[in-house]
């Protein structure tokens, strides 16, 4: 491991996330309970069967948070959970007594808890609950106060991108970094879903490059499974997907969530992945030995040629299996003396000619050996 990758490392509740480790995987399961607190819990249970490493709720402080017009404006749609938006929010929100519940079970089921903290009464909240790590939404990329207020309750903060410029990623980044220096920047497209020409993935690599002591990764909000193995393989090593059991459930989440069989195939292709990759030595493994001798070429007689002759092309066929001379020794083969006479198809070996190749310490020799059959 190199330094810069070394210096990418963060550890939320004992596990620890870098470039030589799995991919850290969060459910974001948010609001995708509907304020109900036994399908909360089925939803970390199915999560932890899924192979998640996280499950994510978010936490509003919706008093605080929203104006008294955006609160008391009317919301009566087929997603809404109340007349008024401040009703549709509280309905969905949950309080210490299903917090400490989801913890407990988080706990025995050895998967982590945390949420998004969207203001500080909301960060203060978790910090009594003593979370492992915060998440930063991305309309909250420019809120430096906040970004500052939850870098310094001194716990691996992960912040996401979406609707940003580089120069508001960099803000963000540099705020949180003078307090904390455990830090998950993750690239987001703030689409729900978004669309696939709007994902920009290579921004990754970009934020590889320009924040080396940082762990980067991916919140995924399109559709499908494929763009978080894409980036992995382009250096993310979180993925944050959001997670729910039916996505055709009410509310504007669940649509491009990932049911328990998606997450659960997420996360098989994200590991299978890690192990593709490998560590950039092109070997050669006994299970190829078989298939590639079977297919392979072997330097053979083309007819029944006498002793003393003397090869021309015409003489050499390439003819499989392969457990013989390999092709690549054809040029070294015409023009060498037969010692002894060979019948059609019969392969080749260094011991059919007068010149015979010794392997030697210090690599290849050719010497004239007449008579000498080694």
């Not at 007819?303 to 390999?326: I, M, N, Q, T």
Request: some cysteine.
């Amino acid at each position: 491991m190199d330094s810069q990758q070394a210096k990418r490392s963060v550890e939320i509740a004992g596990v620890t996330i870098s470039d030589a480790d799995e991919c850290y995987v969060i459910a974001e399961i948010g609001h995708n309970h509907q304020g109900s607190l036994e399908r909360a819990l089925e939803l970390v249970k199915e999560a932890k069967r899924c192979g998640a490493h996280a499950v994510k709720l978010q936490k509003r402080d919706n008093r605080g948070l929203y104006t008294r017009e955006a609160y008391e404006r009317p919301y009566e749609n087929e997603n809404s959970y109340g007349p008024t938006y401040g009703a549709h929010r509280e309905a969905l929100e949950f309080e210490q007594a299903e917090y400490q519940e989801l913890k407990a079970c988080c706990e025995e089921l050895g998967i982590a808890f945390f949420a998004t903290a969207f203001d500080f009464a909301s960060a203060d909240f978790l910090a009594e609950l003593d979370m492992p790590a915060y998440k930063i939404a991305s309309g909250d990329l420019t809120n430096t106060p906040l970004l500052r207020y939850v870098a310094g309750i001194g716990k691996p903060v992960i912040f996401s991108t979406g609707g940003g410029t580089f120069d508001d990623v960099r803000r963000a980044y540099d705020t949180i970094a003078e307090a904390n220096d455990q830090v998950v920047v993750l690239q987001c497209t703030a689409g729900y879903p978004a669309a696939w020409e709007e994902l920009d993935l290579n921004v990754i690599r970009t934020y590889r490059e320009f924040f080396p002591d940082a762990v980067v990764g991916f919140s995924s909000h399109d559709n499908g499974i494929a763009m978080a193995v894409a980036s992995y393989v382009l250096g993310a090593r979180v993925i944050e997907k959001h997670f729910t059991s039916n996505r055709a459930l009410k509310g504007t989440d669940h649509v491009f969530s990932l049911e328990p069989q998606g997450l659960s195939k997420m996360v098989r292709d994200l590991q299978r992945t890690r192990l593709a990759i490998g560590d950039g030595e092109k070997k050669m493994y006994p299970s190829e030995v078989s298939p590639v001798t079977k297919m392979s070429k072997k330097l053979v007689a083309t007819r029944d040629l006498p002793s003393g002759h003397v090869l021309e092309r015409e003489d050499v066929a390439l003819k499989s299996p392969g457990d013989g001379l390999p092709a690549y020794e054809l040029d070294r083969v015409v023009g060498r003396t037969l010692r002894h006479p060979v019948v059609e198809d019969t392969p080749f070996t260094w011991e059919h000619f007068d010149e015979l190749l010794l392997d030697r310490a210090d690599g290849f020799e050719l010497t004239h050996a007449r008579g000498d059959d080694r």
